[in-house]
């Protein structure tokens, strides 16, 4: 299930009426991706818990604008150098039935049950914690995980020891790239 987040269309646009917003609880806001450019204003609070989230990067979201729903993902969104405040967010409208480029976090698992860990006094290192991908809008993975339980000292893991969910590719291996994307420490036995 989708989260629904609630939004009003806004018209007056610029610094001082993103001001105005900002200092009634609302985040000016703007949907592209399926047509026109919408601006919205969403509610500050519920955005600035919701970015909190992992979570919240790697879902479809239903944006109820006035009563219209539509279909999104979060692609950025900035917040104040100083103060705890979402200054903005760029949401981009999805077609469910057409693939998504998507940045998935990576992580690491049975990182503790490896030899690396346990006999060499080892870590695993992640070298990227995003990896690029095309995914299925109905099936977005929260994550992606790297199984770590076979590694030891000195070893090298790389794209293609993912184990990629259904309807998700690597963009890197589609082209041919088999980035590496982490490394194991430890002493050699």
Known sequence: MSQIIQATAREAQGTSASRRLRNEGKVPAIV????EVQAIAVDHKEMFYAL???????????LNIDGKEQDVIVRDFQIHSVKQQVQHIDFQAV?????????????????EKSQA???QSGRVSLLTNM???IVDPK???AALELDCEKVVAGDILHL?????????QSIALKRGDNLAVATVSGKKI
Do not use: C, W
Request: aromatic share 8%; net charge neutral; glycine share 6%.
């Open 32 to 35: 592209y991706g399926l047509g």
């Open 52 to 62: 909190q989230k992992e979570a919240f990067f790697t879902q479809v979201l239903k």
């Open 95 to 111: 077609n469910l039935n057409e693939p998504l480029r998507m940045r998935l976090p990576l992580h690491v698992v049975n990182a």
């Open 117 to 119: 860990v346990k006999l």
């Open 131 to 133: 990896v690029d991908t």
């Open 139 to 141: 099936n977005i993975p």
């Open 160 to 168: 293609s020891d993912i184990s990629f969910p259904e309807g998700v």
